[in-house]
């Protein structure tokens, strides 16, 4: 979800009747949830979110807090109430601070999260109360590796006939008695390339290479 489109969906959501109305709520970032709700239209976002969205942008950006403050102050100070003309009114930069604020609470982190190294500057915001999955909840549950609930496998799906297994296979968990013992040592050239130091393994054996004895 891009800046366009985040704001594009805002506008069309009915817009409150005062940008500050949970301005004197208790917890982190008083601002941030008065502006959080509003433009989010649900009065019952946690606090505890916004807290953690706030808090890990001021991590990214140090100055997020003071255009924070400015957003909220130019929001109330425009008295109006339809959500277009609030954005058509915002500048480029509380439009910007906005969307800071906003998009952690829709995609659930902040930062950018690189698939391809182990290291990145994500930081999860939450799950269960990320609200881009609302937009299908009507056709699909919200995504995760057990989509039919806890221990839906042990349930063997209808038409299949299942192999012979042991009696208390469903409280295995991680007491498998078949499962690795320890983490195998991983290659040291796909390691670099997953640390983001090289793209094939011939690059990764000759970055080794040349940093054997850094």
């Known amino acids: 979800m891009n800046r366009r489109q985040i704001l594009s969906a805002l506008a069309v959501i009915p817009f409150a009747d005062a940008i500050m109305s949970s301005?004197?709520?208790?917890?982190?970032?008083?601002?941030?949830?008065?502006?959080?709700?509003?433009?989010?239209?649900?009065?019952?976002?946690?606090?505890?979110?916004?807290?953690?969205?706030?808090t890990f942008q001021t991590e990214l950006d140090p100055t997020?807090?003071?255009?924070?403050?400015?957003?909220?102050?130019?929001?109330?100070?425009?008295?109006l109430k339809d959500r277009e003309a609030v954005?058509?009114?915002?500048?480029?930069?509380d439009q910007a601070t906005a969307l800071q604020l906003i998009a952690p609470l829709y995609l659930g982190y902040t930062g950018t999260p690189q698939t391809a190294k182990d290291h990145d500057n994500a930081k999860f915001v939450t799950f269960l109360d990320a609200l881009m999955y609302e937009c299908t909840t009507d056709v699909t549950i919200?995504?995760?590796?057990?989509?039919?609930?806890?221990?839906?496998?042990?349930?063997?799906?209808?038409?299949v006939v299942a192999p012979a297994m042991p009696a208390d296979i469903a409280e295995w968990g991680a007491r498998n008695p078949k499962a690795a013992p320890r983490y195998a040592t991983p290659d040291p050239r796909y390691l670099a390339m997953s640390q983001g130091r090289a793209k094939t393994a011939t690059e990764a054996a000759a970055w080794l290479a040349a940093n054997a004895h850094s």
Do not use: K
Request: cysteine-free.
């Open 87 to 93: 954005i058509a009114h915002l500048s480029g930069e």
């Open 142 to 159: 919200r995504p995760s590796y057990a989509r039919g609930g806890r221990d839906y496998w042990t349930a063997v799906p209808e038409g």
């Open 64 to 79: 997020f807090p003071a255009r924070l403050s400015r957003l909220a102050a130019n929001i109330a100070a425009g008295g």
């Open 23 to 54: 301005a004197g709520a208790t917890g982190a970032g008083p601002q941030s949830i008065g502006i959080a709700r509003l433009l989010t239209d649900r009065a019952d976002l946690p606090e505890a979110v916004i807290a953690r969205a706030q």
